[in-house]
T-cell receptor, first 110, second 120 residues
Framework: QKEVEQDPGPLSVPEGAIVSLNCTYS??????FMWYRQYSRKGPELLMY????GNKEDGRFTAQVDKSSKYISLFIRDSQPSDSATYLC??????????FGKGTLLTVNP | DADVTQTPRNRITKTGKRIMLECSQT?????MYWYRQDPGLGLRLIYY???????NKGEISDGYSVSRQAQAKFSLSLESAIPNQTALYFC???????????????????FGPGTRLTVL
């Protein structure tokens, strides 16, 4: 079993839809959780950062962490074509190394 | 100017050639990382360095070597390139330890634009 599992998609939604992206993990020592966004031919950029369990909201984006279920989610409200990208979840036990999911390719159609 | 730069951005080479990929950063971070990204495999850590004198192997270091010339510079070398090293390579940096607990961003990594390497 991989430490971090992420459905690669692809996921295609109409503009304005609510998007839900998810990762599961097996290492209960993970305590820092991140979502990165990667546009085609670009490097990943940090989108959301969460420590431990709970929710965090930033504009149209909400990150949720459920440590009891070893499950994290990213919700995108009112999705826009500019949100079309690959979304990578990443996690750390606090040793400054990240374990990444394989990424989910999202396309938002106008 | 970009905080993390990589050169070259694209490189095509032949099997057996020695290749060096370079990374520079202006973020003042101590920690630097090299990853490769392959379709279906995601980002995999090749090497990482927590300061100039501290270099560590990642999960896929075979066939690669690194050099940390200064705090701001971290180079990746392929001593004898082979076709299965064809991939997208990323350099990343992260900051010195900050406050522990909620709000700490010390694990956050900042990525360069990548180098697309093709080995024929």
């Amino acid at each position: 079993q991989k430490e971090v599992e992420q459905d690669p998609g692809p996921l295609s939604v109409p503009e304005g839809a609510i998007v839900s992206l998810n990762c599961t993990y097996s290492n209960s020592a993970f305590q820092y959780f991140m979502w990165y966004r990667q546009y085609s031919r670009k490097g990943p950029e940090l989108l959301m950062y969460t420590y431990s369990s709970g929710n965090k909201e930033d504009g149209r984006f909400t990150a949720q962490v459920d440590k009891s279920s070893k499950y994290i989610s990213l919700f995108i409200r009112d999705s826009q074509p500019s949100d079309s990208a690959t979304y990578l979840c990443a996690m750390s036990v606090g040793d400054y190394k990240l374990t990444f999911g394989k990424g989910t390719l999202l396309t938002v159609n106008p | 100017d970009a905080d993390v730069t990589q050169t070259p951005r694209n490189r095509i080479t032949k099997t057996g050639k020695r290749i060096m990929l370079e990374c520079s950063q202006t973020k003042g971070h101590d920690r630097m990382y090299w990853y490769r990204q392959d379709p279906g495999l995601g980002l995999r850590l090749i090497y990482y360095s927590f300061d100039v004198k501290d270099i560590n192997k990642g999960e896929i270091s075979d066939g690669y070597s690194v050099s940390r010339q200064a705090q701001a510079k971290f180079s990746l070398s392929l001593e004898s390139a082979i076709p299965n090293q064809t991939a997208l390579y990323f350099c990343a940096t992260s900051g010195t330890p900050g406050l522990a607990g909620e709000g700490s961003r010390s694990d956050t990594q900042y990525f360069g634009p990548g180098t697309r390497l093709t080995v024929l």
